[in-house]
């Protein structure tokens, strides 16, 4: 069993930059593929970003790729991500996940989430 927590989120405005952090306690942390979903007003789950055990490998969504950056310190239990040049259309409230397996935006969603952290993006 993996407890996730998120913290970082607020408001800015269009082209800033954000970062949002989330703390893993529970069982070993460098078991897990780390990850970020998001969910947008009146739109379904989707996939931001994903990072592998050992951090060297990571993956984005179309959607953010040159503008987000997914990292971890399997030292902290921490896992971030940071969000530079910021759209309107950022605006979610955004999801720490971990799986035991891999994460993407395709197949089953991670077994594990944190309660979420709103990332609002003012024009």
């Known amino acids: 069993q993996v407890s996730l927590v998120e913290s970082g989120g607020g408001l800015v405005q269009a082209g800033g930059s954000l970062r949002v952090s989330c703390e893993a306690s529970?069982?070993?942390?460098?078991?897990?593929?780390l990850g970020w979903f998001r969910q947008c007003p009146g739109k379904e789950r989707e996939f931001v970003a994903s990072?592998?055990?050992?951090?060297?490998?990571?993956f984005y969504a179309e959607s953010v790729k040159g503008r987000f950056t997914i990292s971890r310190d399997n030292a902290k239990n921490t896992v971030s991500l940071q969000m530079n040049n910021l759209k309107p259309e950022d605006t979610a409230v955004y999801y720490c996940?971990?799986?035991?397996?891999?994460?993407?935006?395709?197949?089953?969603?991670?077994?594990?989430w944190g309660q979420g952290t709103q990332v609002t993006v003012s024009s």
């Open positions: 529970g069982r070993p942390f460098s078991m897990y593929t």
């Open positions: 990072i592998t055990r050992s951090g060297d490998w990571k």
């Open positions: 996940v971990a799986d035991a397996a891999s994460i993407s935006d395709q197949g089953l969603p991670p077994d594990y």
